[in-house]
Each structure stands twice: as structure tokens, then as C-alpha cells.
């Protein structure tokens, strides 16, 4: 498992495809999986202990740097946060002039309604809207990201706590296995990434960051698609905990009944 900042990984993958691998897998940290910044209080001492921290799309620019994403099929492990994940990086592969319909892996989600919760114990979103949101990433990507994509006769099928599985030859995974157990935690890592998302809101324009938010907002209190709206505030340089507040904001939070 490769784990702490995105240029520490970045290293790591480059490596290894000198070396002669075309398939990388990515397993992003707590915080990242669990939809929290690195410097919110939430994140404590888990910046990137149990994999690779991702804020923004600053973070997945430097994780893929030098890395053709056509070039290469992708693994990741991304827990409930796999939709702004995925949308990260399609981003960054048009930065690259890469095609949506090039790109080419699997995203392995932990459900964060019925499975991963949060260090703190919270679901990271409530069932319903979980499920509604696995629904969306699969539509999503029979259609932006056919590579990734299910067909046409294939669904969302909940199987039981934890579990949602699309059953297909590739793709889209949803299911409650966890990642190996985490690294000794790495307090330089959490500065490393508070610095990077400090500078990030000092250079973006906050102006058009708070309307995306705004607009993904309203998307969430509808029935309509909320990975499209996501996607402009992630272009945006909103943050992954961010986006992900934003749709706590609209659905709630949900603690495991023995913590309430």
C-alpha cells in the first residue's frame, strides 16, 4: 500500500512504471475516504497513515504528475468519497488532453451510509442518500466514462450492511472490505498538507468556489444528478471535504445506533 502525501506516491508509481507496471492501485487515507480535509479536526493523526491524502485537484495533479492516464489502468480504494475522487481524476486527465472515454480502472467503495464511518463513529452519509449516490457515479460513468461503466442491463443491487455491488467484468465495485492496516502516523504529513490547503484558498477565487457549492447544494435537495454540479465545484478547486459538507449540509449525518 502507498501511502502519505500525493508527491510521495507519485514517486512510488513512477517507479514502478519504469519498471515496466501499466496497472497502479491507489488506497487514499482516512480523511480522504471519509470526505474530511487534512487540516480539519476530524483528520487528527490520520493524514495519510493509511493511505494517500487528496484535498484537491492539486493533489491529484502532483499523485498522477509525469503519468499518462491513458497509459495506465487504475485501482482505487476509495470509500465513500468515490464519486469527487473519480471526478478528480478525470480532471486531471483533461489537464493531460486525455480523453474521458480513454480512461480506464476500477473504484472499489466502502458504502459510507451502511459501512465506513468516520473516525469519530458518524456515518459519512446517511443510507439513502449513499445508495443515491453509488447510483449516480454508475450512470455517471456509463456516460462520461464508458471505460469505467457498467451496460446497460446491469444495477445497483444492495446485498446487505456495508455492501453495494455491481456486478460486472471490471469497473465500478462497491463492497465493505478494508484496506491492510495503516502506517505509524506521520504528524509531518498532516503539517505538509494543512500548508497545501491553506495556500489553495489564499489563490483560488473563493467567488466561484462558494456558487459551485451553491449549485451542488441544490442538486442534493432535488432528485437530479449531483456528480455533474460536483464535478464544476471540484474544477473549481473546491476540496473534497468541501463538497462532501456541502452534501451533509442537504442529507445529514448519520451516527451507529450505539453512539447516540
Not at 95 to 121: F, K
Request: net charge negative; charged share 25%.
Amino acid at each position: 500500500m502507498v501511502a502519505g502525501t500525493a508527491a510521495e506516491a507519485n514517486a512510488r508509481y513512477r517507479r514502478q512504471i519504469a519498471a515496466g507496471t501499466t496497472e497502479l492501485s491507489v488506497v487514499f487515507d482516512v480523511p480522504t475516504r471519509t470526505g474530511h480535509d487534512s487540516d480539519a479536526p476530524a483528520a487528527s493523526a490520520e493524514v495519510g497513515r493509511a493511505g494517500v491524502a487528496i484535498d484537491s485537484i492539486d493533489d491529484m495533479r502532483v499523485l498522477f504528475a509525469g503519468i499518462p492516464l491513458d497509459e495506465v489502468v487504475t485501482s482505487m480504494r476509495c470509500g465513500a468519497c468515490a464519486a469527487p475522487l473519480l471526478l478528480l481524476y478525470q480532471l486531471v486527465a483533461e489537464e493531460q488532453g486525455v480523453a474521458a472515454g480513454r480512461l480506464s480502472g476500477t473504484v472499489i467503495v466502502q458504502d459510507g451510509g451502511a459501512g465506513e464511518c468516520t473516525p469519530q463513529g458518524a456515518r459519512v452519509f446517511p443510507p439513502g442518500p449513499s445508495a443515491r449516490l453509488a447510483a449516480d457515479l454508475v450512470r455517471y460513468c456509463r456516460t462520461e466514462l464508458p471505460q469505467w461503466a457498467t451496460d446497460a442491463r446491469q444495477v445497483v443491487r444492495e446485498t446487505g450492511p456495508g455492501a453495494y455491488v455491481v456486478p460486472l467484468t471490471g469497473s465500478v465495485t462497491f463492497d465493505a472490505e478494508r484496506p491492510e492496516g495503516p502506517a505509524p502516523a506521520d504528524p509531518a504529513a498532516a503539517v505538509r498538507q494543512g500548508e497545501r490547503i491553506a495556500k489553495l484558498r489564499a489563490w483560488r477565487e473563493q467567488r466561484d468556489v462558494d456558487a459551485a457549492l451553491t449549485r451542488l447544494k441544490k442538486a442534493a435537495a432535488g432528485d437530479g444528478d449531483v456528480l455533474r454540479p460536483m464535478r464544476e465545484a471540484l474544477r473549481a478547486r473546491a476540496t473534497v471535504g468541501e463538497v462532501c459538507d456541502a452534501l451533509r449540509e442537504v442529507w445529514g449525518i448519520r451516527l451507529p445506533a450505539d453512539a447516540r
